[in-house]
């Protein structure tokens, strides 16, 4: 288990929501929502009253959580020798482009690739103007 959290692995740390906000209450509920059984439309539903942007940024946080998690227990297995492509299957093969330095659609093994798709996610993630993590205060507080 050492090796999932490897911090020269692809895995990196949760992003936190800062308790006392809104998208850390949204985040509590999202959680205790996913608990609560199978039925995935209810774990994703909306609540009453909030904004759903607010909603949506809570889930894709914690979806880019659980991926990087589940990505840490297989990519010592997935090197580039045993993974020289990154594929969908036979029938599909993922190509980076960035338009940084990778300006055309480049094949490459697939924990290269999935490098540079997690850092470009993050990036994504911990940009204020996507992401704003300073949305309100809870009314609670």
């Keep these: 288990l050492k090796q999932v959290f490897n911090k020269d692995k692809t895995f990196r ?34 609540p009453r009253g909030e904004d759903q942007n607010d909603w949506v940024a ?15 227990t297989i990519c010592e297995f997935c090197t580039e020798k045993t993974c020289p492509v990154m594929s969908g299957g036979p029938k599909y093969e993922y190509r980076w482009q960035d338009d940084l330095k990778y300006k055309k659609p480049t094949a490459l093994p697939a924990p290269q690739y999935m490098n540079l798709l997690m850092d470009w996610i993050e990036v994504q993630i911990n940009n204020e103007s996507i992401f704003p993590t300073r949305v309100g205060k809870c009314e609670e507080d």
């Design 13 to 46: 740390p949760k992003r936190k929501f800062e308790p006392g906000t809104q998208r850390f209450e949204l985040h509590k509920r999202a959680q205790a929502s996913l608990h609560s059984g199978l039925d995935l439309k209810a774990a994703v539903r909306l």
């Design 58 to 72: 809570v889930h894709v946080v914690d979806f880019f959580n659980r991926i990087n998690l589940i990505y840490g």
